[in-house]
């Protein structure tokens, strides 16, 4: 069965302080992996798409990256407003666009 | 480009009622997902359609139905609430094959529903 387990559930970081949030998943065939933030009371904001082991993306202070196995969200030096939840995704290989989430990891920064 | 829009953005509903809950996908996108989202559950998908058509559905009963039209909006339908269906019903949107982010669903603000 396609599965995705996201760890840990929840993180609490000083402002600055540098951490990484784990996603790992079991998939009969991955087509991508992708990476949303969601702010509560609002819809999943898209941040990065994965497609093959090896693959990394950065975006201002937030670095995926993919492995056969998991993928890595490092988030350097982080500030108050990267507090939010973020969730991972599989996308199988079979007909359609159907996502398999995570429950998520719910980041909180203070300063 | 206006993003992935979806109307009402809350509605409240009893036990036996049905709702009809409506997606307007990015301008150009033909696919169209819903995703059930739960405290207890996270996100699950609900049913995709690409071009008017069901392409993959997920393991919801029958009482969750939905379609698309022409011009890619898309309904769903959930017949006869139950309490558990109490969740944040989101639509996502996908540009088709060929484009630089194919494939990739942008959500909207999502419904929030209540069945009391």
Redesign the interface.
Same mark, same amino acid.
């Given at each position: 069965e396609d599965q995705v387990t996201q760890s840990p559930e929840a993180l609490r970081l000083q402002e600055g302080e540098s951490s990484s949030l784990n996603c790992s998943y079991t998939v009969s065939g991955l087509r991508g992996l992708f990476w949303y933030r969601q702010d509560p009371g609002k819809g999943p904001e898209f941040l990065f798409t994965l497609y093959s082991a090896g693959e990394e993306k950065e975006k201002e202070r937030l670095k995926a990256t993919l492995t056969k196995k998991e993928s890595f969200l490092h988030i350097t030096a982080p500030k108050p407003e990267d507090s939010a939840t973020y969730l991972c995704a599989v996308q199988p290989n079979q007909a359609g666009t159907a996502l398999i989430f995570g429950k998520g990891t719910t980041l909180s920064v203070s300063s | 480009k206006a993003g992935?829009t979806q109307t009402p953005r809350y509605l409240i509903k009893t036990r036996g009622q049905q709702v009809t809950l409506s997606c307007s996908p990015i301008s150009g996108h033909r696919?169209v997902?819903w995703?059930q989202q739960t405290p207890g559950q996270?996100? $699950? %998908?609900l049913f995709?359609y %690409?071009s008017e058509t069901q392409?993959?559905k997920?393991n919801f009963p029958g009482r969750f139905s939905g379609r698309q039209f022409s011009n890619s909006r898309s309904e769903m339908n959930v017949s006869t609430l139950e309490l558990g269906d109490s969740a944040l019903y989101?639509c996502a949107s996908?540009s088709p094959p060929g484009h630089s982010?194919q494939?990739? $669903?942008? %959500?909207?603000?999502?419904t929030r529903l209540l069945v009391l």
């Open positions: - | 992935v696919s997902s995703y996270g996100l $699950q %998908f995709e %690409f392409r993959n997920g989101l996908s982010y494939e990739t $669903q942008y %959500f909207g603000p999502g």
